[in-house]
């Protein structure tokens, strides 16, 4: 089948213009391994990108969960899980998640991504009002479209803009819903959850958090809530990224549960995620529950980086190296890969015009050496501009 000729022309002047700006994304074949090392072509890599925190998409007992449920329930479930695709399986997940983060009950969806866009528009729309951190993840944004509410983004982590808006709009609207990253992916800096969870109360507000970063890192491992001893309303997150598994979650009363169960619509008409993701998340969340070390470790060796770089500290795993442009952040993403390690750049729009990036991640797979081998060959380049400030 050929595409009609203007669909071709398009394309093709959208691909020119992404090339003119160096913004064009490729994808790129790593046979992932154990240690945090991926294979790329003929050389091993030291991986600093990815979001495995805990090292746990290479964990024998989590491959071996995984492998356990596909032999019990089959490689995937079907159909949606109002049909015919829930199993024993998804139940035990979901108890585990709420009582992890210390709510009445949770449910899994496809992905984190389908979570917030499902979430939130079940709970608001035309007539209501949500307010978003600017910095808030693509999905969250892509939930605040689809709901059809009034969206007001609010500088970030800047409680006094959010009060702001909510005092000029709360009243012209029936409900209100704040919308922000528990620990913000791109920065890894963490959102003020307490100042936050005051506000909306005082306004009658709701606060959904989304602890995708803090999940298996932060609070012992039970993230955002429990690192501030707080339970935001409505806490989502993702199963792809400590947990080295796949799907997103949300926890919260029974009642939220069961009507989001109802009018969630990426979870209603959306196939249940498949047996292998569920069983796998189950081992991880033992892995969790029994090595608290392993909790603590990406925080510790994402200091120890800050540290020998003189950067920022870190409040998570995350460390940004801010180079401005694609191009420079293109360039020092390839020097460093010379040198044995992945990490790849991060361009527009995933983070704003101007801020182009590395974003190095830590995970307690790597080893101490690996570490100060990347901070020496960063700070070789030049590339760790952004003192911590006097
Ligand atoms: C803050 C945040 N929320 C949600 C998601 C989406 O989660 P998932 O990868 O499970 O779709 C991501 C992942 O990229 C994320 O960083």
New binding site residues.
């Given amino acids: 089948m050929t595409s009609s000729p203007s669909l071709l022309r398009f394309v093709e002047e959208k691909l020119a213009r992404l090339d003119d700006c160096r913004l064009r994304r490729r994808l790129r074949p790593l046979e992932r391994g154990p240690g945090m090392r991926v294979r790329a072509g003929d050389r091993i890599l030291v991986d600093f990108c990815s979001n495995d925190y805990l090292g746990l998409t290479q964990d024998e007992r989590v491959k071996r969960a995984a492998i356990a449920a596909v032999e019990r329930f089959g490689t995937g479930v079907g159909a949606s899980r109002l049909v015919t695709g829930d199993t024993p399986l998804h139940a035990e997940l979901e108890r585990r998640l709420a009582d992890l983060k210390g709510a009445e009950a949770a449910m899994v969806f496809g ?4 979570a ?1 866009i499902g979430i939130v528009p079940a709970l608001v729309s035309e007539g209501d009002l949500l307010l978003i951190d600017e910095l808030a ?1 693509a ?1 969250l944004y892509g939930g605040a479209r689809l709901s059809g509410a009034t969206v007001k983004v609010f500088r970030h982590n800047d409680v006094a803009d959010a009060e702001r808006i909510l005092k000029e709009e709360r009243a012209r609207h029936r409900h209100a819903l704040l919308l922000t ?1 528990g620990v913000f ?1 791109m920065d890894g800096d963490l959102a003020p959850v307490p100042d936050l969870m005051r506000l909306t109360r005082a306004f009658d507000a709701w606060l959904l958090t ?1 602890d ?2 803090g999940l298996g890192v932060l609070g012992g491992g039970g993230g955002t809530g429990r690192h501030w001893g707080v339970s935001p309303d409505i806490q989502m997150g ?3 990224k400590a947990l080295g598994s ?3 979650y949300v926890c919260g009363d029974r009642a939220l549960i069961d009507l989001l169960i109802s009018r969630a619509r990426s979870f209603v008409y959306a196939t249940g995620l498949p047996p292998s993701a569920v069983g796998a998340t189950i081992a991880a969340l033992d892995v969790i529950a029994s090595e608290p070390d392993r909790c603590e470790r990406p925080q510790v060796l994402a200091r120890g980086f800050a540290r020998s770089l003189d950067l920022p500290l870190p409040e998570s795993p995350i460390v940004p190296i801010i180079l401005g442009d694609p191009d420079s952040s293109l360039d020092a993403s390839a020097a460093l890969e010379r040198e044995g390690f992945l990490v790849t750049a991060i361009r527009p729009p995933t983070v704003p015009e101007g801020t182009a990036r590395l974003r190095v991640t830590f995970t307690a797979t790597h080893e101490a050496s690996d570490v100060e081998s990347l901070a020496g060959h960063i700070a070789h380049l030049g590339l760790g501009l952004r003192r911590r400030p006097c």
């Avoid at 992905?111 to 389908?114: H, I, P």
């Fill in positions: 992905s984190g991504y389908l917030n993840h999905c990253d992916s989304d995708a970063h993702t199963l792809s796949y799907g997103g």
